[in-house]
């Protein structure tokens, strides 16, 4: 009270004084206290100062290849991929400028775009040994528990020296709609550090250093385009999901179900409207079933359904559960791309193209999206500042393929424009690398068109397979059957009930006599869940005679694990499960077969021989 | 003024000393503000407190999010959100909020944590603190609730968290955003609204969180622990910088407010009795008649000027619109004649009208021998 009336100066003083007597309070408090707490805290203070230190090195800075743009990353391997924005690195082009942590500028790729989750994975060259981030699991993280951002805000550091902001999860499960036509966030994290222009691409790591989600966006609005205490991060766990896809140079679709709910006046979610062609009319989902449970999340809401959907690619199975007539029934839905194939490219040109709509959606959740304000600039002159090239122009020119010869030279040999494709080298690599794993497990190019597999069905009976060139039967215990392989194999599907067995294993042999170059058309898919135990398995998509046949492969041991044949879009699809591989003659084959088809076992053959009989010359390729 | 208690209280909250925050002079709180930041910075990891039994925060969110609720109601349009938050203080489905425009809708919804949705009825607000009371129908069941006479307080640099609907996040069967940050300093609120100064000018909690977002007001502001130590208001600017306030009304605001609209003792037009004149002024004596008050907010014209009164001396005239009375706004015909009422009889009363678009201003006094009575409608 007496100091009411003193000067400021004074006041300075009295605040310095106050200030260090508190230190000397405080420090005898502890000591009275005892070192207890004098050892936590300043353990936990060691704990923090070496979390952050291990979590600042897989962070980095991304510019574009004159140093220009900007954003953030987070390097997931030590050979070099690294995550970051859609909304960062697709209009960057194909090469990019990464600062390390360490002071030192590399070149990078890009490598695939996921532009409905913002996420885009790219690759840093020439080097190894880069430090990486350990993977968390976003699902575990719940409201109040620390976390870390990590980044370049406002681009503030010269030396790529990372900037670690520190706060709470706010909110887990969050969605936030599109802004424009993608970059939605479904099931993504909210947190209360800081998030700002510049961090977008940048690591949110928990409190122990693990990373859980990549940061893109925040709510902003009259404050200025500023942390206001809301950044949304993607989940680490959809993430993951789409890591294998992205590596294979696509761009990578997100999923639908082929059908949409609504609420009921019951509050029940319903299915509203399906399509006859979609894998969940199929499994049995229904105009008027309750949806109960969908990839294992309980749906209460069409929102949360929709949050749970957005986390998953294209091409994925998910269990669901649904109710009719008070009956619960559980079944795996293979989804399907929510676009149609070439929509995504054409939907990113316009993206591009059109600056990003001003206002948001409004009405029921009324949210912004982030939004890049051309007119207030980040305190800083250069480079760049914000996440996105200035003008339409810039944009359209950033999407086009640039000529081989315009890229740096480092980055020229890792890059190769197609359509459909972020980057075709990673695909062409990809597919090599898993066709190369293969072989090593045995050259096939030998044994000739002519087969012969006996076996033994699990159920009794015996099974008997002979394949030539152009015709194959098989003896099963129910029957006998046969086909002829024509120049269209769409309607090859014996045996009955199988969804085409005869036709997958001429394609089978197909790709192991000719090779992925000439068996048709083959690409790379990326990683998809496969088998009992949903492990990821590199997959090759390949199309002859009009049917698309997907080949499965274990990416450890490189065996073949299953093979997926759709005669048509329409129908299911003829499944191989391939298990207890062994070698006969050098050649890694498997002796278990379980061959699915809709719903059911078609057949589950125990393999006793195979027979490659004398190899023919005349149609064997080499 | 220096004292090993000052040391203490830094290391977190006082429950026992309800009011005596809130009476230290200004400067000083931003001395202890400094103090207290410093030894925080010492004493560091709060973290480390959660393994040492007290509760974390995950737990203490888990704890709070079902007590506060997210409101829908007017708006979704020019940039003013058609939502806000709450806090629910009875079992019975009590709800305490900001009043807004929000609430100023034919149907206000509650939704809960889970997603359950209530239409809540309005139970009474308070203008001054402007509060509001709603209350919602849980059925037979029990909700959780905050209890307001087992409320905190904090001083500067205790750890708060904040629980609300920012910016609307929280828009599906999901609980509200938390946010953490630490209060900044406890001082009068010195803040305005567009061009317009606040009613509510006491003590409130200044957080260093950015608490105060679209759609926050009503929301929780707790301690490290998740007692309950405020209100999150609505965005305000501060009067003496400009910059957005981020604060919370300390309980001990509007607590015995609240208890007064839930025992159905508190009137909105209501005045605390020390306000209260003993002979208040009328708008009858002064010779105003207003149109008659048919709806919630029927704007104050004036229906016609009694003959002979101070109002037809002056030069008042029917069809005028109130806008202020003695600088106050005069939203409604209830809110002018509740600011007529808060004069004493034989004031001079300062009013502002609006007449074709242009604002006048007149001073006129009731005089003594009006026969008031009769005017009135």
């Known amino acids: ?622 | 003024m220096l004292s090993p208690e000052n040391s203490i209280r830094v290391a977190g909250v006082s429950a026992s000393t309800p009011h005596c925050a809130f009476r230290t002079p200004h400067f000083r709180v931003h001395v202890r503000a400094v103090a207290v930041a410093v030894a925080c910075l010492l004493t560091g990891a709060a973290d480390a407190w959660a393994s040492d039994g007290a509760a974390s925060f995950a737990q203490v969110a888990r704890q709070i999010q079902p007590k506060v609720v997210k409101l829908y109601g007017a708006g979704g349009m020019r940039g003013l959100e058609a939502f806000q938050s709450g806090l629910i203080i009875s079992g019975k489905g009590h709800v305490l909020t900001v009043w807004s425009y929000v609430l100023d809708a034919d149907e206000v919804t509650v939704v809960l944590d889970d997603g359950r949705r209530f239409s809540a009825t309005h139970v009474s607000s308070d203008p001054l603190t402007e509060i509001a009371v709603l209350k919602f129908d849980p059925g037979d069941s029990e909700v959780p609730h905050f209890d307001l006479s087992a409320a905190a307080t904090a001083e500067p640099g205790a750890r708060v968290l904040a629980f609300s609907n920012l910016f609307g996040i929280a828009a599906g069967d999901e609980p509200v955003s938390m946010l953490r940050g630490v209060v900044s300093a406890v001082a009068p609120l010195e803040a305005r609204r567009g061009a317009f100064a606040t009613n509510y000018r006491g003590d409130v909690y200044i957080v260093d969180a950015a608490a105060n977002n679209p759609g926050a007001a009503g929301g929780a502001l707790t301690d490290a622990q998740g007692r309950l130590l405020g209100m999150l208001g609505k965005e305000l600017r501060s009067s003496l910088t400009g910059t957005w306030l981020n604060y919370a009304l300390p309980v001990s605001a509007f607590a015995s407010t609240v208890d007064d609209i839930i025992a159905g003792r508190f009137t909105p037009s209501d005045l605390k009795e020390v306000d209260r004149p003993d002979h208040p002024l009328s708008l009858a004596a002064l010779g105003i008649v207003l149109v008659p008050d048919v709806v919630k907010r029927t704007p104050p014209y004036i229906d016609r000027v009694v003959p002979d009164s101070a109002a037809t001396t002056v030069g008042l005239r029917a069809d005028d619109l109130l806008v202020m009375i003695e600088s106050q706004v005069a939203s409604s015909c209830r809110e002018a004649n509740r600011l007529i009422e808060r004069l004493e009889h034989d004031a001079a009363v300062r009013v502002a009208v609006l007449r074709d678009e242009q604002f006048l201003e007149f001073t006129l006094k009731a005089e003594a021998k009006t026969p008031a009575d009769n005017a009135t409608e």
């Open chain 1, 1 to 622: 009270m007496i100091l009411k009336h003193r000067t400021p100066i004074f006041h300075s003083i009295c605040i310095l004084q106050f200030a260090i007597c508190n230190l000397q309070f405080v420090a005898l408090k502890s000591r009275a206290i005892g070192n207890e707490l004098d050892d936590q805290v300043l353990a936990a203070e060691q704990q923090r100062i070496a979390t952050i230190e291990r979590i600042s090195k897989p962070t980095v800075a991304i510019f574009d290849a004159n140093g220009q743009g900007g954003g953030s990353g987070v390097l997931i391997s030590p050979d070099g991929y690294a995550l970051t924005n859609f909304h960062v690195a697709g209009p960057t082009g194909p090469a990019l400028k990464v600062g390390l942590s360490d002071g030192r500028l590399v070149d990078a790729v890009l490598v695939g775009l996921d532009p409905g989750g913002d996420v885009a994975l790219i690759k840093l060259l020439g080097h190894d040994d880069f430090p990486a981030a350990e993977l968390g699991d976003s699902d575990t993280a719940q409201v109040g528990d620390w976390a870390y951002v990590v980044g370049n805000p406002f681009l503030l550091a010269d030396d790529f020296r990372p900037t670690v902001t520190y706060g709470i999860i706010s909110g887990v499960h969050r969605y936030q709609y599109p802004s424009g036509t993608l970059l939605e966030y479904a099931d993504c994290l909210q947190t209360d550090a800081a998030i700002n222009p510049g961090n977008s691409g940048g690591p949110l790591f928990d409190s122990a250093g693990r990373l859980i989600g990549i940061n893109g966006r925040g709510s902003f609005e009259k404050r200025g385009r500023v942390n206001v205490g809301v950044g949304y991060a993607i989940s680490i766990n959809q993430i993951k999901r789409f890591v294998g896809l992205l590596k294979s140079g696509r761009i990578v679709d997100h999923a639908s179900l082929g059908a949409t709910v609504s609420t009921d006046a019951d509050g029940r979610v319903v299915v509203d409207d399906i399509l006859d062609s979609s894998d969940a009319y199929r499994r049995g989902l229904r105009y008027g079933d309750e949806l109960l449970k969908f990839g294992n999340r309980d749906i209460h809401s069409p929102n949360a359904f929709k949050n749970a959907l957005g986390t998953y690619p294209s091409g994925w199975r998910v269990p669901i559960t649904y109710r009719r007539d008070g009956k619960e029934y559980e079944t795996r839905v293979r989804l399907a791309g929510m676009h149609r194939q070439g929509e995504l490219e054409e939907l990113l040109d316009v993206e591009q193209q059109s600056p990003l709509p001003d206002q948001p959606r409004r009405g029921d959740p009324p949210q912004p999206p982030d939004q890049p304000n051309p007119d207030k600039q980040p305190p800083r002159d250069s480079p760049a500042p914000d996440d996105k090239p200035k003008t339409p122009e810039d944009r359209r020119r950033a999407r086009r393929p640039r000529s081989q010869a315009k890229l740096p030279k480092a980055v020229r040999p890792f890059y190769e424009a197609a359509p459909g494709y972020a980057n075709y080298w990673f695909n062409r690599y990809h597919l090599q690398r898993v066709w190369n794993s293969y072989l090593a497990r045995g050259d096939f190019a030998e044994t000739g068109w002519n087969w012969n597999v006996a076996g033994q069905a699990v159920a009794g009976g015996d099974v008997a397979i002979e394949l030539s060139e152009n015709e194959g039967s098989i003896v099963l215990p129910a029957g006998e059957s046969g086909e002829e392989f024509g120049p269209s194999l769409t309607e090859t599907s014996g045996p009955p009930h199988s969804g085409g067995l005869l036709a997958a294993l001429h394609l089978w042999q197909r790709l192991l006599l000719l090779g992925p170059r000439r068996f048709g058309e083959v690409f790379y898919l990326g990683t998809l869940p496969w088998g009992q135990d949903e492990k990821l398995a590199d997959c090759l998509a390949a199309t002859h005679a009009g049917v698309e046949t997907y080949f499965y492969f274990d990416p450890e041991a490189g065996n073949l694990v299953g093979i997926q044949l759709y005669l048509s879009d329409e129908d299911d699809p003829c499944e191989i499960y391939f298990a207890d591989i062994r070698g006969v003659n050098g050649r890694s084959l498997p002796h278990h077969w379980v061959i699915r088809h809709g719903d059911d076992v078609f057949a589950d053959i125990v393999i006793k021989s195979y027979d490659f009989g004398a190899a023919n010359s005349q149609s064997s390729p080499k």
